[in-house]
């Protein structure tokens, strides 16, 4: 376990770590799972030292849970449905016929909430994604491949989260940024 890689030398040891067989973990600040690629090149570390040590990267968010004693179902207004597509886009995704919104009640202190959960986006390197990985990548490109190859971005996974009615469109629109600004 690497603490967090916040520049070349930790970044480095990860790698020389990696590369003689260990399974290393760590934290890296960026906004999505594949801007991690473009970070550990800024830090220094060769494109080909990155494709033969890099498993995968998994960017997480938390978005605050409704609570479950006072959340209260209501149908998805025509506003809802705008905040939805707005926080699929440009993937496509069923909208909910019913929301949870927050209510408040003593058990949350009157805020509608209770705890917090993940957002999850996974990426996991492939041959594909290996051969964009160098000096001059482009990180729209990585990011379009690894949406062909199955990587569900962090909004989709929020919208997940909405429609099992587990937390509200704006917590996850809060938390996380469209794919565009990313």
């Not at 603490?3 to 760590?26: C, Y």
């Not at 033969?52 to 479950?68: E, K, N, S």
């Not at 390197?125 to 990585?142: C, F, I």
């Amino acid at each position: 376990m690497v603490g967090e890689i916040r520049d070349l030398p930790t970044a480095d040891m990860a790698v020389q770590a990696a590369l003689t067989g260990h399974l290393v973990l760590s934290t890296l600040h960026t906004n999505d799972a594949p801007s991690a690629i473009t970070r550990l090149l800024d830090l220094g570390i060769p494109p080909y030292l990155l494709n033969a040590t890099l498993l995968g990267v998994m960017a997480q968010r938390l978005v605050r849970t409704l609570c479950p004693h006072c959340k209260h179902p209501h149908p998805a207004r025509e506003s809802d449905n705008e905040l939805w597509d707005h926080l699929v886009a440009p993937w496509k995704a069923a909208r909910p016929k019913q929301l949870q919104r927050p209510q408040g009640c003593l058990e949350c202190r009157m805020t509608g909430y209770s705890g917090r959960i993940g957002i999850y986006e996974i990426l996991l390197m492939s041959p594909e994604l290996r051969k964009l990985v160098n000096t001059n990548m482009n990180l729209v490109s990585l990011r379009e491949q690894a949406n062909r190859e199955g990587m569900k971005p962090l909004r989709i996974s929020g919208a997940q989260k909405v429609a099992a009615g587990l937390t509200t469109l704006e917590e996850v629109l809060k938390t996380s940024p469209p794919a565009d600004q990313n």
